[in-house]
């Protein structure tokens, strides 16, 4: 599997029946979750669509004002690169982030290692820099060693995010890494504007995969 998120949708007899790569058409997974279902002679599955009232990260993408696309670290499938002299594949490399991106571009500073999948963060107080126009930022990151932790720190447009902090960290933008998930850093109220986002890994260890918006 190479996407984020990937869903399988397997019947009753283990046949992979449908699947949907990336953010998106929520009603149709629904739907083919409800026709499996009644293909497994389960009783009283309706035809409605469920309303969910998600909270954080799970709450429905901001849609009007979603102007960045998910986004991929790992040199696999990253796009939009923007540190002097580009990417060096699979080995140790300090790299520097220009002083302002252009919209849905990133960089990295520090001494960082890009893989196929993930940037992994050799020195303590590497940056990552995403210029983003979204309510929402989330970034899928970890330890790259299980039961460690790795402080980090965000910033918005050079300053701590305040009431635009997301579930994963405080108003001055500290967190804590402790497993390998989807952090949510950014929550951002209107109106909605191209922004600069920063992550300063304040240990060595961090491993970045992913961002996703809402």
């Known amino acids: 599997n190479q996407y984020w998120p990937a869903l399988y949708f397997i019947d009753a007899k283990g046949r992979i029946r449908h699947h949907q790569f990336g953010e998106g058409d929520y009603e149709q997974s629904e739907m083919v979750i409800q026709q499996l279902l009644v293909e497994a002679g389960m009783n009283g599955i309706g ?24 986004t991929y670290v790992g040199y696999q499938r ?98 804590k890494l402790t497993e390998q998930r989807l952090y949510q850093l950014i929550r951002q109220p209107s109106p909605i504007a191209d922004r600069q986002f920063e992550i300063e890994f304040l240990d060595a260890g961090a491993e970045a995969f992913v961002f996703t918006f809402g």
């Open 47 to 70: 035809h409605e669509l469920v309303s969910v009232d998600g909270r954080g990260p799970e709450a429905a993408p901001d849609w009007q004002d979603l102007k960045s696309p998910e």
């Open 78 to 175: 990253a796009e939009n690169f923007a540190s002097s002299g580009g990417a060096k594949l699979d080995r140790s490399h300090v790299y520097a982030a220009p002083s302002r991106l252009a919209l849905n571009h990133w960089a990295l500073s520090g001494d960082w290692t890009i893989g196929k999948q993930a940037a992994a963060l050799n020195h303590a107080n590497g940056r990552i820099a995403f210029r983003f126009h979204a309510r929402d930022l989330h970034l899928v990151m970890g330890p790259a060693a299980p039961g460690t932790s790795v402080r980090f720190r965000v910033l918005i447009d050079g300053k701590p995010p305040g009431g635009a902090h997301g579930t994963d960290v405080d108003e001055q933008g500290n967190g």
